[in-house]
């Protein structure tokens, strides 16, 4: 292994600042926040941090770049599919078969999106020089989620015929593949903007934008549609089956074998494109040539790489020091816990109301297209020298829309088949697309905060760490979230066959209830409780926040910089 530092982005950046920069290539260039379901938990960079010498962006992408475009697109893809399995489809399978605070449980798979800060400057600091700087992590990372998608396709249908006995190996397995899909996401970051020419570096962000919505929206909206019997037997058989087009442990071993056959085609694919291998040897050539006897000396090149990984990390405690920097960490940290009932559980609250899979997959898919236009406006409303202006008034129109879920589910009419009122319906949708306006609002108003605050000479490293805890902030209360909807809950199963009336305390109950044609009264219901503890919490939060939120913004660039000495 081997370890290289990049060479500085502008003139204007110190020695130390190459140092620090060494894993943020990825953290360049304003990423549009997809259509996931929910706010952005580090599944695309969010800086939008400007060079001072960029060059001129081309407005077609040019053919030499084609293949490299199309490559990034296929890894993306690749990411998108364990993320939509993970953050969306495997939870509505369980749900039906578990409790709230078992799928809180599973809820825990996807931390590694939210915290892979952690591990990025090891995933771009140490590689093999002979296999190439991102290559080195991208093969044997894809290599080993193939391995683990094709062993979850073996068992999956076994588990999830029990998934309350097998919860910790099924949470096991997709954290697993969700720490993998991270660190690939890192070393994908870095190499798209090497791969391509200059002038197409914009095109990095729509490769992975596009990559990450196929993937997500083929192992979410598609996946549950087609693994459905009853959308399968309405729209595409003749015959009606009891089963879906595809089972879940198929899907998983398809996509395992595409994972290894991409792979192997990777292998083949040059890290340096040969129109760009001058030039990418020139950024490096600095570094990697830097003293004439470099081979001669490895102990101290190990030295180096490992004072420059202690430094990264140091100058992110550094940044953490400041204390208008603790006090908006504390902002990033409790901002959503006002909206995160809505945001966790109101999808599976409305798939045990009667909800078919069907038609909440047609919501999230109605939200993508107008996630695109959201951005856009957003982009430009936010860009202001108030940038937390909006983001607070998309903080109020968050908790807005999760008030109208509360009122949607309170009143939601009992239904048959999962049929529902096409009004009701339409209401789903608008308060659908309401909050994720909202949400799109807070991402990129908060992104040209970012930017704002951010100390030049640490930039990456600046912004990374307060994007982490931002994302973190939508992660950590979801497990306490999904526990306190079971602990409010109290439900009676009432038998038809004779006047006996029992307490249900466990998910297991609740199903033996309904196997012997018992009828679940759910007396109090713990959703409700929960989210009205949240949205109470979440005015409170949000008149402190706005009078600290003013505050901050106010500031002068010079409160929020890192002190260094000076030599």
């Known amino acids: 292994m081997d370890v290289h530092k990049?060479?500085?982005?502008?003139?204007?950046?110190?020695?130390?600042?190459?140092?620090?920069?060494?894993?943020?290539?990825?953290?360049?260039?304003?990423?549009?926040?997809?259509?996931?379901?929910?706010?952005?938990?580090?599944?695309?960079?969010?800086?939008?941090?400007?060079?001072?010498?960029?060059?001129?962006?081309?407005?077609?992408?040019?053919?030499?770049?084609?293949?490299?475009?199309?490559?990034?697109?296929?890894?993306?893809?690749?990411?998108?599919?364990?993320?939509?399995?993970?953050?969306?489809?495997?939870?509505?399978?369980?749900?039906?078969?578990?409790?709230?605070?078992?799928?809180?449980?599973?809820?825990?798979?996807?931390?590694?999106?939210?915290?892979?800060?952690?591990?990025?400057?090891?995933?771009?600091?140490?590689?093999?020089?002979?296999?190439?700087?991102?290559?080195?992590?991208?093969?044997?990372?894809?290599?080993?989620?193939?391995?683990?998608?094709?062993?979850?396709?073996?068992?999956?249908?076994?588990?999830?015929?029990?998934?309350?006995?097998?919860?910790?190996?099924?949470?096991?397995?997709?954290?697993?593949?969700?720490?993998?899909?991270?660190?690939?996401?890192?070393?994908?970051?870095?190499?798209?903007?090497?791969?391509?020419?200059?002038?197409?570096?914009?095109?990095?962000?729509?490769?992975?934008t596009i990559g990450m919505n196929c993937g997500y929206f083929s192992s979410f909206t598609v996946f549950l549609a087609l693994n459905s019997p009853e959308f399968a037997n309405k729209y595409l058989r003749e015959t009606p089956k009891d089963t879906g087009l595809f089972s879940l442990g198929g899907y998983l071993a398809f996509?395992?074998?595409?994972?290894?056959?991409?792979?192997?085609?990777?292998?083949?694919?040059?890290?340096?494109?040969?129109h760009l291998k001058n030039l990418n040897h020139d950024r490096l050539s600095a570094e990697h040539f830097k003293d004439e006897d470099h081979h001669n000396r490895p102990s101290r090149g190990k030295e180096k790489y490992w004072s420059e990984l202690k430094h990264v990390y140091l100058t992110m405690l550094n940044v953490l020091k400041l204390p208008n920097v603790q006090v908006f960490v504390v902002i990033?940290?409790?901002?959503?816990?006002?909206?995160?009932?809505?945001?966790?559980?109101?999808?599976?609250?409305?798939?045990?109301?009667?909800?078919?899979?069907?038609?909440?997959?047609?919501?999230?898919?109605?939200?993508?297209?107008?996630?695109?236009?959201?951005?856009?406006?957003?982009?430009?409303?936010?860009?202001?020298?108030?940038?937390?202006?909006?983001?607070?008034?998309?903080?109020?129109?968050?908790?807005?829309?999760?008030a109208m879920a509360h009122l949607i589910l309170l009143f939601f009419p009992k239904v048959e088949d999962g049929k529902i009122p096409f009004k009701l319906f339409f209401l789903i949708i608008v308060q659908h697309l309401f909050g994720s306006f909202m949400s799109t609002i807070q991402f990129v108003s908060l992104c040209a905060f970012h930017t704002k605050i951010a100390d030049p000479a640490i930039g990456g490293t600046y912004m990374t760490t307060l994007n982490t805890l931002s994302n973190y902030g939508g992660t950590w209360p979801r497990l306490i979230i999904f526990f306190?909807?079971?602990k409010f809950t109290v439900s009676k199963c009432e038998m038809v066959t004779s006047s006996s009336v029992y307490d249900i305390h466990r998910e297991e109950q609740r199903q033996q209830c309904l196997a012997s044609g018992g009828h679940v009264n759910i007396i109090r219901d713990g959703y409700f409780y929960t989210s009205f503890i949240c949205l109470s919490l979440g005015v409170i939060i949000w008149f402190w926040v706005k009078k600290k939120a003013t505050y901050l913004q106010s500031l002068p660039a010079s409160a929020w910089r890192v002190k260094r000495d000076i030599t």
């Not at 939870?91 to 599973?106: A, E, M, N, T, Y």
């Not at 996509?255 to 890290?271: D, M, Q």
């Not at 856009?376 to 020298?385: H, I, V």
Request: proline share 6%; charged share 15%.
């Open 332 to 402: 990033l940290l409790i901002a959503k816990l006002g909206f995160q009932v809505n945001e966790a559980a109101t999808n599976l609250k409305l798939l045990e109301k009667g909800l078919s899979k069907e038609d909440l997959s047609i919501t999230v898919l109605i939200d993508f297209p107008f996630e695109m236009v959201f951005g856009y406006y957003a982009g430009g409303w936010s860009s202001g020298k108030s940038p937390l202006k909006p983001w607070l008034f998309g903080f109020a129109g968050r908790l807005i829309a999760a």
């Open 6 to 208: 990049r060479s500085a982005v502008s003139p204007r950046v110190s020695s130390t600042s190459d140092e620090l920069e060494l894993f943020n290539m990825s953290e360049k260039f304003v990423i549009t926040k997809p259509s996931f379901g929910e706010e952005n938990d580090g599944l695309l960079p969010v800086s939008q941090q400007h060079t001072t010498s960029a060059p001129a962006m081309a407005t077609r992408l040019p053919k030499k770049d084609l293949l490299n475009f199309f490559v990034l697109i296929i890894l993306y893809t690749l990411q998108g599919v364990p993320v939509g399995l993970a953050f969306g489809s495997v939870p509505f399978i369980l749900k039906s078969k578990v409790s709230f605070s078992q799928v809180g449980i599973f809820s825990l798979a996807s931390y590694p999106y939210s915290l892979k800060l952690l591990w990025s400057p090891i995933v771009d600091a140490v590689y093999d020089r002979r296999i190439g700087r991102r290559k080195s992590w991208i093969i044997p990372v894809q290599f080993v989620s193939g391995i683990t998608l094709l062993y979850l396709g073996y068992v999956i249908n076994a588990l999830i015929e029990d998934p309350a006995q097998y919860l910790s190996r099924i949470t096991f397995c997709f954290f697993l593949l969700i720490f993998l899909c991270a660190t690939q996401d890192i070393a994908v970051d870095g190499w798209a903007l090497t791969c391509l020419s200059p002038e197409s570096l914009p095109f990095a962000s729509t490769a992975q």
């Open 484 to 486: 306190l909807i079971d």
């Open 255 to 274: 996509w395992g074998w595409a994972y290894l056959l991409v792979t192997i085609f990777i292998f083949f694919v040059p890290e340096d494109p040969p």
